[in-house]
């Protein structure tokens, strides 16, 4: 067990590792798609209002949680007295747990794709779909096999994370992100540049300032709601674990501030690089999101774009750089459960971590295509389903594990350590809370409303949000 509890260095550090946990790929391939389905910016307001009305206080009472207990999120509860509660910090590490297995492999793919607009662009023009397929194991024959190529990738990228976490929280977390944070915001503008200079593309920059009032309905609000939640690292362990590396002295309330404002930066300027680029390579009408979105779709968008290959390689870049700092997170706060609760080393605790992770997450991939590997779920709208097993593990991760963590963490603040706690833990530093009567609404009545929105929506309507 490491004698002294590691803190970061600085308060740059601290801002870029938790920006970096929250900017993930969410926020550059279904952040641009919503905004376009919502209407542009009348997308763009509804979001920014709910990140500073639920987001910011969200992310302040994780972060603050962390650094009053000084420790990782299963024993948080334990050390503030609320030991009983400790099944919220289990849910957050189960569900981290899952989410790596997965979330490793798609950085994996990314990775991959990195090398093939390098090296094999045509043969993506050619048939993006069949390429990607063909990648996941399924042949143009009808055929599958293991998905060797995905296999391969999943593996160096697991390397990257586990490279950088060996070497600590300072020497290794901070330090890369003060890298590849820089990074992903070079490579934001040099794509927002292109994209936008691109003829034609003026039409996609009007309609993301457009208010399209007519778009808005009762599904735009909970479309910005999932968005908002799902991409700040809320109910992941991550934000507990990163808060208990904060010094006392730390003004919470900006750093927090500070942090939303640049997760919520990246998605909007991901919106106006895909979006008019979209207007003005496919059209209007081929604006999507999700990972189908970013694999087989844009495609399209670097064929047609002049210097498409150099910039379908900057575009996956951009990419790799959101996964490998969200995914470092993810297992930075596995790893600092495992070595506080059973006293392992820190480099023995990775390579293992890492490489079981691996190996289960070798199983989503495989459920793609090549292997009919299933799962059970229910809900109400389909009753007893069995979807790929790739499906299940996002499944019960995003519509269950995430928003009950959240939640667990809003009602244990909210009533049980009391909205004071977290106050008085803010003000340490000798910042006021200016706001803090109306935080103690917030977390008390209106973040919970709005979790178990997301988690009724979820379970009864079969609809994942994020």
């Known amino acids: 067990m490491e004698k002294k509890r590691a803190q970061w260095s600085s308060k740059l550090g601290f801002i870029l590792a938790a920006a970096g946990s929250a900017i993930g790929l969410g926020n550059i391939w279904k952040f641009p798609g919503r905004a376009y389905e919502g209407g542009g910016g009348s997308f763009l307001l509804i979001y920014l209002f709910i990140v500073v009305l639920l987001g910011i206080p969200l992310m302040l009472t994780e972060l603050a949680l962390g650094r009053a207990s000084q420790t990782n999120i299963v024993n948080t509860f334990k050390k503030l007295g609320y030991k009983q509660h400790s099944w919220v910090g289990?849910?957050?590490?189960?569900?981290?747990?899952?989410?790596?297995?997965?979330?490793?492999?798609?950085?994996?793919?990314?990775?991959?794709?990195?090398?093939?607009?390098?090296?094999?662009?045509?043969?993506?023009?050619?048939?993006?779909?069949g390429y990607f397929y063909n990648m996941l194991g399924l042949h143009a024959d009808g055929t599958t096999s293991i998905p060797w190529t995905a296999l391969f990738?999943?593996?160096?990228?697991?390397?990257?994370?586990?490279?950088?976490?060996?070497?600590?929280?300072?020497?290794?977390?901070?330090?890369?992100?003060?890298?590849?944070?820089?990074?992903?915001?070079?490579?934001?503008?040099?794509?927002?540049?292109?994209?936008?200079?691109?003829?034609?593309?003026?039409?996609?920059?009007?309609?993301?300032?457009?208010?399209?009032?007519?778009?808005?309905?009762?599904?735009?609000?909970?479309?910005?709601?999932g968005q908002a939640f799902y991409s700040l690292s809320i109910g992941m362990a991550i934000l507990v674990t990163y808060g208990s590396y904060l010094s006392k002295s730390e003004d919470m309330i900006k750093n927090t501030a500070v942090v939303c404002g640049m997760d919520t930066l990246v998605a909007v300027l991901a919106g106006f690089i895909i979006v008019p680029a979209v207007f003005a390579t496919l059209g209007s009408g081929e604006v999507g999101k999700g990972g189908g979105f970013a694999f087989v779709s844009l495609a399209g968008v670097f064929a047609e774009m002049p210097g498409g290959r150099i910039f379908g390689v900057l575009f996956y870049l951009l990419l790799l750089f959101a996964a490998l700092t969200s995914c470092i997170s993810l297992i930075e706060s596995i790893v600092a459960f495992l070595t506080e609760e059973f006293g392992w080393t820190r480099k023995r605790t990775t390579i293992i971590l890492c490489l079981i992770l691996f190996l289960i997450g070798c199983l989503y991939t495989c459920s793609q295509a090549a292997i009919p590997l299933k799962g059970i779920w229910y809900d109400g709208v389909n009753g007893i389903t069995h979807p790929a097993l790739c499906d299940f593990m996002e499944y019960l991760t995003d519509r269950i594990m995430i928003p009950l963590c959240a939640l667990g963490c809003c009602i244990f603040v909210g009533w049980v350590w009391k909205p004071e706690s977290i106050i008085a833990e803010v003000e340490q530093s000798g910042f006021r809370f200016r706001l803090a009567k109306a935080y103690t609404v917030l977390i008390r009545f209106v973040a919970p409303a709005a979790i178990l929105a997301i988690l009724i929506l979820s379970i009864f309507s079969g609809v994942t949000l994020s």
């Open 90 to 129: 289990w849910i957050g590490v189960i569900g981290a747990f899952i989410i790596t297995c997965y979330y490793s492999h798609v950085g994996g793919w990314v990775l991959r794709y990195v090398f093939s607009y390098a090296f094999e662009a045509p043969a993506i023009y050619r048939d993006s779909l």
């Open 153 to 225: 990738f999943a593996a160096l990228f697991m390397l990257l994370n586990a490279v950088v976490i060996i070497r600590g929280v300072e020497g290794g977390i901070e330090k890369f992100n003060k890298f590849g944070m820089p990074a992903l915001f070079l490579l934001l503008i040099i794509l927002l540049v292109r994209s936008v200079t691109l003829p034609g593309a003026e039409a996609g920059v009007k309609y993301m300032l457009s208010l399209d009032l007519g778009k808005v309905t009762v599904n735009t609000f909970f479309s910005a709601l």
